[in-house]
């Protein structure tokens, strides 16, 4: 009887462990969007991808997802949420599908793409003029930040170079 509790306390703590291992990844990716109905659109696009968890965040547009890389991959959540209309850091959402989406849910387009590295940013720095505040001198992602300060894009205030 002992034995067999041993053995079977041993099979969890086995089994446990190997279901952390089963190929967890997180990653956090660049999503366009405006509103809460763009969250909604875009978690549900990354779900339906396969991610277990997905969060997107309104003020950063960034996309945090958890997912296993045994039944999804980064691409296919990517290019699931631009199927349903949001531009994103690997993949981009057919014009047709942009068109219909809800007006407040219309995310600048040219904006979105001034956020991406090159535009916006060179050598680690916002380009000039490509951000009006030029103290947000940081760039990372290929947004601008404050120096020393997380989050708060200055991208949003970009004027298209
Ligand atoms: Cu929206």
Redesign the pocket.
């Known amino acids: 009887m002992k034995t067999k509790n041993l053995f079977l306390a041993a099979a969890f703590i086995i089994s446990s462990v190997m279901g952390v291992q089963a190929q967890n990844k997180k990653e956090i990716f660049q999503v366009s969007?405006?509103?809460?109905?763009?969250?909604g659109?875009i978690e549900n696009a990354a779900k339906e991808a396969g991610a277990t968890q997905a969060s997107w965040n309104a003020d950063s547009k960034k996309l945090a997802v958890t997912y296993d890389a045994a039944t999804t991959s980064l691409s296919k959540i990517q290019e699931q949420v631009a199927l349903v209309g949001h531009d994103n850091a690997g993949a981009k959402a057919s014009d047709d599908v942009y068109a219909k989406?809800?007006g407040?849910?219309k995310?600048d387009r040219t904006a979105a793409a001034a956020t991406d590295g090159e535009s916006c940013c060179k050598d680690g720095k916002c380009k000039d003029g490509s951000c009006k505040d030029t103290s947000k001198d940081c760039c990372k992602n290929g947004q601008c930040e404050k120096k020393g300060k997380k989050g708060k894009s200055c991208c949003a205030n970009c004027t298209k170079a």
Do not use: A, D, E, T
């Open positions: 969007g405006n509103c809460g109905m763009c969250k659109r989406l809800h407040c849910c995310y």
